[in-house]
């Protein structure tokens, strides 16, 4: 295909959102317009074309900040960066690159984490998106990030909440739908699953009358504590948890670098294929992001060393 017309394409919108179309079809939309406290993605769609995402809680509305797949954590110097009642937010300061591709689409943009109260940021955050096509009409989303304080260290303290979560569709929830979470030990349910370390995390169920869909939540090997705890629940979500144990330390001079893959599927959790897609993602070189060396372009994002 000519590179004018690649199968992978990154779509600015107004309203500071960005759509990832394969093939001419959105697969998913990056939300970071002030009127929220956060960034989001939404809708992340699956193989049918539903949204296997949702935006809230399906019956708690002091849950709105479950906003479909979002960067956040509890406490950052004792500060609330989860909720949505603290004034802290996390704004995008600027768009990096926006690369279109046959194989993926990759957006790179910059966030501050501010406290509400100092100008300056607590730390930034580099996010890198890609979603390229897998398996016909599945969808791979690749999200690496990588946080930076603006002092010479910064604690991101012991909590369930945060940093990566994702609120699944109504009809997914194993209590609100007909879904189940499995994960890559073959445990199953909320019970089982809650607090324990597992390579992948899958949260599937039905999104038509007679169609089964999911998203498959993969944590890189070469992330700090792999494999992660998991913050997992009935109702309807399920979030990787760096800071589950203990609290970690970040250093200007050695920032935090994570990588996570989300998998929306056809039909429910399969530990084959999610084996194969934990293989195919351990082995891909993480991003980078350069000074660009060719016209019209401040940046370039391509795949480097391993992280």
Known sequence: MPATFPRCVIVPLPDDQVSFTIDGVERLRWHAATNAPR??????????????TRMGH?????HDHHRSIWFAHHKVLGIDFWGDTSPARIRQLEWLAYHDGDAEAVMGV??????????KPLMTQEVI???????????????????TPTADMLELEKTNFGLLAVRVAKSLSAHFGGGQIVDSEGRVGEPAIFGQRAAWMDYSGP?????EEGITFHDHPDNPGHPTHWHVREDGWMGASLCFAEGRVITKSMPLRLRYLLHAHRDGADAVRAKRVQKIFAELPAFTVTKAKVKHETWTIARGERA
């Open 110 to 119: 910059k966030l501050g984490w501010f406290d509400g109260h100092d100008p």
């Open 129 to 147: 998106a890609a979603a390229r096509p897998f398996d016909v009409d599945d969808t791979l989303l690749e999200i690496q990030t990588t946080l």
């Open 39 to 52: 960034p989001f993605f939404y809708p992340f769609l699956g193989p049918s074309g539903q949204a296997l």
């Open 58 to 62: 399906p019956g708690a509305p002091n």
């Open 207 to 211: 999104v038509e009358p007679d169609a």
